[in-house]
């Protein structure tokens, strides 16, 4: 829908679960062609997953950035550095390097890429699996706003991208990396709420999942604050107030914001 064709080549060292979102994402909303990927991963079924699609699956990292202009790094971040040392004799200007690798830094991906290479850090969610992505990128290395551009095009494929300074990231973390968990408890605890009150577990879980979809789309589609959103369904004496109510009493809001500092310490401590 209105997204550019990329006329770039796209590599993946790593065909795991995110590569394989992303590739798969990529295609389906016909931002890049399937011709135009190949994917390296040591693990025979990876690569046979890849070449499903009709995306070119080899099994050595160089022919992968040999032939790409975008190298997605989607190895598990113990990995990065080792990768990124055995390949950085071939990268060349032509290379933009995209770490999705959580904690690790741009300095330390600098250090193992080398200094002129032009890196991009992305903190990606893993709905990023059905195209609803909440994505953040910082630039590093010589990285500059075509490479921004490329990767905001790429990701808007798969959801949406900001772009923080990296001091930022681990709140990023914080919140729309681990923020899926949150997400998915409250979507549990709501259909829990519609079992106990007498609907079958199926019909409550559809409808919580529902309502949560629906509202985080009217929130983005409307622009309007949540809390306007809320006042709008709110009829004075009515059911959801009540509702509402017990929600305050019991400090969810509070609870929400703590698990973000907390997750953000985290992220901190473990970078
Ligand atoms: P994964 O284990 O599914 O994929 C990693 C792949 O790398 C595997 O298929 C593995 O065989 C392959 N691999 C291992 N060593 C390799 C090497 N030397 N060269 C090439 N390939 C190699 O992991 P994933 O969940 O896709 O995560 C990939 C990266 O994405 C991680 O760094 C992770 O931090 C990041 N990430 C993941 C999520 C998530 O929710 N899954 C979210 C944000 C960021």
Known sequence: MGLTKLQKRIGFIGAGQMAEALARGFISKGVVEASSMIATDPVAARREVFESFDVKAVSTNLEVVKESDIVFVAV?????????????????????????AAGKTLSSLKEAAGDDVRIVRVMPNTPCLVGETASAMC??????????????????????IVQVDEKMLSAVTGL???????????IEALADGGVKAGLPRDISMALAAQTVLGSAKMVLETGKHPGLLKDMV????????????????GGVRASLINAVVAATNRADEIS
């Not at 971040?77 to 200007?93: A, C, F, M, S």
């Not at 729309?176 to 409250?186: D, E, I, N, T």
């Not at 709110?234 to 009493?249: D, F, N, R, W």
């Open 176 to 186: 729309s990396g681990s923020g899926p968990a949150y997400a998915f408890l409250v």
């Open 76 to 100: 598990k971040p113990q990995y990065v550095g080792p990768v990124l040392k055995e390949v950085r004799g071939h990268l060349t200007d032509k290379h933009t390097i995209v770490s999705i």
């Open 139 to 160: 630039l590093g290395g010589q990285a500059n706003d075509e490479d921004a551009e490329t990767v905001r095009t790429l990701f808007s494929a798969v959801g949406r």
């Open 234 to 249: 709110t009829s004075p004496g009515g059911t959801t107030i009540a509702g509402y109510h017990e929600l305050e009493k």
